[in-house]
Nanobody
Framework: QVQLVESGGGLVQAGGSLRLSCAASGSIFSINAMGWYRQAPGKQRELVARITSGGSTNYADSVKGRFTISRDNDNAKNTVYLQMNSLKPEDTAVYSC??????????????WGQGTQVTVSS
């Protein structure tokens, strides 16, 4: 089994910053992509950012230039970060990380974190 533990959410004023972390542990041979989704009340879940094992990144248009995803694979830390700057009230949502994990089988398995609330006040 694999566990993803998130931290770093909270309440911040518009224009402020937060840094989310998500650490994967357990039966991990390697991890392909890791990333973050978010879901606001009454809205569909959307991909915020993702990063591959090679370091390639993708961002939602709404966060480009404000959010930065990074990844620490050293010493089996298997941690993904989301640095969020210039936060806006519309960034308020539950943010969930995911990891596409190879645990020794032929195919990877997608795992999810428990979600962390980010609230941006105006």
């Amino acid at each position: 089994q694999v566990q993803l533990v998130e931290s770093g959410g909270g309440l911040v004023q518009a224009g402020g910053s937060l840094r989310l972390s998500c650490a994967a542990s357990g039966s991990i041979f390697s991890i392909n992509a890791m990333g973050w989704y978010r879901q606001a009340p009454g809205k569909q879940r959307e991909l915020v950012a993702r990063i591959t094992s090679g370091g390639s990144t993708n961002y939602a248009d709404s966060v480009k230039g404000r959010f930065t995803i990074s990844r620490d694979n050293d010493n089996a830390k298997n941690t993904v970060y989301l640095q969020m700057n210039s936060l806006k009230p519309e960034d308020t949502a539950v943010y969930s990380c995911y990891a596409d994990v190879y645990s020794g089988g032929h195919y990877p398995t997608l795992y999810w974190g428990q979600g962390t609330q980010v609230t941006v006040s105006s």
